[in-house]
């Protein structure tokens, strides 16, 4: 049986709440019949313990993986409402290469994309991009009969960007894009093998929220230094 309980205590930012989760599994020999039975209970006293199909035991694992989802964003948005500010962005000034009038960057907070403009001194106000990496993705798969040795894809990747002097004000709000491989396959998977790309997913989209905390965290942080 597993068990998570969460109180926030943080700043009024967050309002007081508690999120338990309780999936307890079992099979046994029914006493009367002594053949094998499923069972399961999502009470912390077992208190509505019940004889289930495989079905139904999937039906609710996908409520008990919701539930958890709700808890990790709950820490996130704790982990959030408790972080150190920002440091201040980055700011320089180009010229823009079309009309020849000064763009007056500033950076995309979190933003460790590579500026060539400022280098140069002029650009395009539409090619200044800024793009904040998943560098913390761990999650790699063999795609198409990939070799081993030479490593895998990175999974699922979610990238923050902006475009901070784009002519149209919508562009520099920050959005999040998901590195996707159309047309590729994890190919020729026994059970065991499915099993452990279920695994990595299932772990790659608990992070997915880490990056959805902090696309928001950055949109908000946009929206001050517009303000």
Known sequence: MSRMAQTATAPSALTEQSITSTFHIEVMDDLETSRPTLSLSTDPTLGDLQVVTAAQVVAKAVEQHRLIDKAVRLALDYEAATAAPAPEPHAWTI????????????????????????????ARA?????TQYDTANPTELLINGGAEEFGGYATLSVEIHSDPVHPDPAKRVPVASIEVVEDHYVEDLDPDALAVVIDKLQERVTAMHVRHADLVRIRNEHARQQA
């Open 126 to 130: 539409d090619s200044v991009n800024c």
């Open 95 to 122: 010229a823009d290469r079309d009309s020849g009038l000064p763009l007056n960057v500033t950076c995309m907070s979190r933003c460790n994309g590579f500026h060539p403009e400022r280098a140069d001194g002029m």
